[in-house]
C-alpha cells in the first residue's frame, strides 16, 4: 500500500494524492512530511504467520496500532511501501512507540533469544540488493549497540538498539537521519556515498525466540522529504 504526501503550504499542510491539495503543494520549499498513516498498513504476507495480531486503536488524540504477540505464533509483519516519487528524497522518519509487554530474556545481540517488544525496520533498494535497518525497543540490550550484522549478495542489514528497558506504557518519539544512517552502517560513514531509493517501513513485535508474550504500541510515522 503506498500512501499520498503531507506537504507544508504556507505553514498549513494539504494532501495529495486523491485528497485535496493547493497547485504548488510539494513545490521546492521547506521541508515536506509524509503521513504513512500507520493504522493503514498491511500484514507482509510473505514475511508473516496466518495470524494478524495488530490492531489499529482510533484514539482521537493518536490514533495509533497495538501489536500482542502470544506464543506459539508465528511472528506477523506489517509494513507500508513508500510512494515512488519520494523514494529518492527521503530524509528522515520519525515515529512514536511504546513499549507494553518485553519478552522474557529476550536479547536482539543473543543467538536463539532476538526477541523484541518492538522492531521498526527501514529498508532501501538498489538493484537486486536489500539494505535493512531494525530498530529495536530492547528488553536489556545496551541503547546504541549495533549487532546482529547480516551480509549477504542480496541483502545488508544491522539492528540498532534505540531503546532499552521500562517504563512500560510510555510513549517515545524517534527521529532518524536515513540517510546519514544508511551511510554509518553501509558505506562506512561516507557522506558522499550514492544513497539508494528507501522503499519502505515495516514494524514487528515478536516472542517466537523465547517463547514469550511480547506487547508494544505505534504511532506518528512521518516521513520527511
Not at 536479547?107 to 532501501?124: I, L
Not at 542480496?154 to 510510555?170: H, K, M, N, R, Y
Not at 517515545?172 to 546519514?180: F, V
Amino acid at each position: 500500500m503506498t500512501w499520498s504526501r503531507l506537504c507544508a503550504v504556507g505553514g498549513a499542510a494539504a494532501l495529495v494524492g486523491g485528497f485535496r491539495a493547493e497547485p504548488s503543494a510539494c513545490a521546492d520549499g521547506p521541508p515536506v512530511e509524509e503521513n504513512l498513516d500507520v493504522i493503514h498498513w498491511q500484514v507482509l504476507k510473505r514475511q508473516s504467520g496466518p495470524v494478524d495480531y495488530y490492531q489499529a486503536v482510533g484514539d482521537p488524540v493518536l490514533p495509533f496500532v497495538r501489536a500482542r504477540y502470544r506464543p506459539p505464533e508465528s511472528t506477523t509483519f506489517l509494513g507500508v511501501e513508500i510512494a515512488e516519487a519520494d523514494r529518492k528524497s527521503a530524509q528522515r522518519l520519525r515515529w512514536q512507540w511504546r513499549a507494553m509487554t518485553f519478552p522474557v530474556g529476550g536479547d536482539e545481540c543473543v543467538e536463539g533469544k532476538r526477541d523484541s517488544a518492538a522492531d521498526v525496520y527501514a529498508t532501501w533498494k538498489s538493484g537486486l540488493k536489500w539494505f535493512v535497518i531494525k530498530y529495536v525497543w530492547s528488553s536489556v540490550g545496551a541503547r546504541g549497540a549495533v549487532c546482529d550484522r547480516k551480509r549477504s549478495p542480496f541483502v545488508a542489514q544491522d539492528t540498532i538498539i534505540l531503546e532499552s528497558g521500562g517504563p512500560v506504557g510510555i510513549w517515545r518519539r524517534e527521529d532518524i537521519d536515513l540517510k546519514a544512517d544508511f551511510r554509518r552502517h553501509f558505506e562506512e560513514g561516507d557522506f558522499r556515498a550514492e544513497v539508494p531509493d528507501f522503499v519502505g517501513v515495516g514494524i514487528l513485535t515478536d516472542g517466537d525466540d523465547t517463547k514469550s508474550e511480547s506487547a508494544a504500541d505505534y504511532a506518528d510515522f512521518v516521513l520527511v522529504r
